[in-house]
């Protein structure tokens, strides 16, 4: 589709390792060892829990993230949409909300206190919390198409927030 | 010898907080002696009803005004609109505390610029400048703004009552009934006396030794009491909750009408939307700002700033919001919501999504073309 996102594979990997969607420029990496969200999360299964983080979509939206923080505890029952934390960069701002009915188990509290592996390590270290769910979620493969379907109107609503 | 005179309104705050009615007081006692300046009080705008004398009095302004108010310009401009206090948009160089030099000019391009919207009907050549008093704590700040705003007034008026005595001196009645045409209980006042005395213009007179008064109001010391008949005082105004239509921003896509099920929207003899029926909105609801496409509807009293009319800062520090990008519920869902409770608590059904929900426009025209542009212009933003 003209002007969308291009899809292509990394040259030099393994074919399945990973998808990467164009953002302008920028090539944001999906990788395909885990499943996704899409309200832009990651969710990769450590035995019977997922642990979630951003994409690589998300950390170029947000740039370098200065605070983090939530407003639930550990062990927490949660709806899919609940709020349940913020999160403040250079150049964004945004609520957190539950990408699914589940229960939260425990937070990343080193993130927590400090989000700078959200910017150099999305998809290991800047893991943001762990969570147990049923609910069906995306493959990788699938999230990109998330992305190219959504990208023209992502960048709308972008400029329409800086045209106001 | 009638000069320019502008005409300035001190919306006075709701309640009784002194630091407001301190800065009410000292602007007002300071425009008494500004010779190009005639001023008034009313109530805040949002309580008045279509029959109160501060409304009436604002009605007959002729010229240019500054209104002084205790909301955004955007939704004071608009109050005054609804009730037929209609006029050009007046710029104010008066900026909030983080606001930039680029945001006021942007604002006001963006009245002039919104191709669809469907404008103000019937808009007089004269224009009123809204400031809001919330942003300002140094009274000097207010009125150099307002002394600016004098001598770029364009519209000669001549006022006949003025022209009466403009060679002498004002006798203290005269000036009593000129400056305070309605009495508390927003009858014509007939002083009682006739001796009152007029505020020296060394700024060490406090507004209850004046003959300034409030209309409508009763909090003044001194001053010959006319017996008030009607509602005891301007506490006894209600506080009110209602939405406001930004004409330089609604399209008439009808979906707020649609969307209201109390019947507060109706449509006037030119098939143009409006606020009908005031008071049967729910009070504290703002279900029906989150469905216009254009956030044309402002609820002044809501606790945030975009629904109570502010024009979005465009400063440094701006930061765009991916709430929505990262799952929140849509605007229609919390608008749905909202809906629903105050359905239940009329007694009546939720309806969920099921009723009134606007249809999005899914394609827009142009934006095809433009979308290489969109992502050439968002990598050079940096983005």
């Known amino acids: 589709m003209h002007g969308a996102g291009n899809l292509y594979l990394l040259s030099g990997m393994a074919a399945t390792d ?11 990496r999906i990788p395909l060892d885990r499943l996704y969200s899409p309200s832009h999360f990651w969710l990769k299964a450590e035995g019977s829990v997922f ?8 950390v170029r939206l947000l740039q370098d993230v200065y605070f983090l923080s939530w407003s639930i505890d550990g062990e927490t029952t949660v709806r899919k949409k609940q709020e349940i934390g913020e999160i403040e960069s250079s150049k964004a701002v945004s609520t ?12 990343n509290e080193r993130v927590a206190s400090d989000p700078t592996p959200i910017n150099t390590d999305n998809y290991g270290t800047g893991w943001l919390y762990e969570l147990e769910t049923s609910d069906p979620l995306l493959s990788g493969a699938d999230y990109v198409a998330v992305l190219e379907a959504g990208w023209e109107q992502t960048q709308r609503m972008i400029k329409g927030q800086m045209n106001e | 010898m009638a000069g320019k005179k502008i005409t300035v309104v001190i919306s006075q705050a709701p309640g009784r907080n002194p630091t407001k009615r301190n800065l009410e007081e000292e602007l007002a006692a300071a425009l008494l002696v500004e010779s190009d300046v005639d001023v008034s009080l009313v109530p805040h705008l949002n309580d008045l009803t279509a029959d109160h004398s501060g409304l009436l009095f604002l009605k007959g302004v002729p010229g240019d005004m500054v209104v002084l108010s205790w909301l955004f310009p955007r939704a004071a401009r608009w109050i005054l609109d609804r009730n037929g206090v ?9 900026k909030p505390a983080d606001e930039d030099e680029e945001a006021g000019t942007e604002a006001e391009r963006a009245e002039e610029s919104r191709p669809n919207a ?6 007089p050549k004269r224009k009123i400048y809204c400031i809001d008093l919330r942003d300002q704590n140094d009274p000097r700040v207010v009125l150099d703004e307002i002394r600016r705003i004098a001598r770029e007034a364009t519209v ?7 022209m009466s005595w403009i060679g002498g001196s004002p006798a203290p009645a005269q000036m009593q009934r000129y400056l305070n045409p309605f009495a508390p209980n927003g009858a014509p006042a007939v002083p009682a006396n006739g001796h009152t005395p007029v505020a020296a213009p060394n700024g060490a007179n406090r507004i209850h030794s004046s003959p300034f008064g409030l209309i409508n109001g009763a909090d003044l010391t001194g001053l010959p009491a006319t017996p008030a008949s009607g509602p005891a005082a301007d506490d006894a105004l209600r506080r009110r909750w209602y939405p406001i239509i930004d004409y330089s921003r609604c399209t008439n896509c009808m979906a707020c009408i649609d969307f209201c099920l109390f019947g507060v929207y109706g449509v006037d003899a030119q098939d143009r939307i409006l606020v009908e029926q005031q008071d049967n909105c729910k009070k504290g609801c703002p279900a029906c700002s989150r469905v216009c ?12 700033p975009a629904i109570a009319g502010a024009d979005v800062e465009r400063d440094a520090n701006f930061k765009i919001d991916l709430s929505k990008l990262f799952g929140a519920p849509t605007a229609i869902e919390v608008a749905a919501a909202e809906r629903d409770q105050e359905l239940l608590n009329d007694g009546r059904e939720a309806v969920g999504l099921s009723v009134g929900i606007p249809k999005r426009r899914t394609e827009q025209p142009q934006q095809r073309d433009q979308l290489d542009d969109l992502m050439d212009d968002l990598d050079k933003l940096g983005l």
Do not use: W
């Open chain 1, 18 to 28: 990973e998808l990467v969607f164009m953002m302008g420029q920028y090539p944001a």
């Open chain 1, 51 to 58: 642990r979630v983080g951003f994409t690589a979509y998300s």
């Open chain 1, 96 to 107: 957190l909300y539950a990408p699914c009915d589940g229960r939260i188990l425990r937070f």
């Open chain 2, 86 to 94: 209609k006029g050009q948009l007046g710029t104010s160089l008066l």
């Open chain 2, 118 to 123: 469907i404008g103000a009907l019937n808009a």
């Open chain 2, 156 to 162: 000669q008026t001549v006022d006949l009552d003025l």
């Open chain 2, 293 to 304: 496409p254009e956030n044309a509807i402002i609820f002044p009293e809501h606790k945030t």
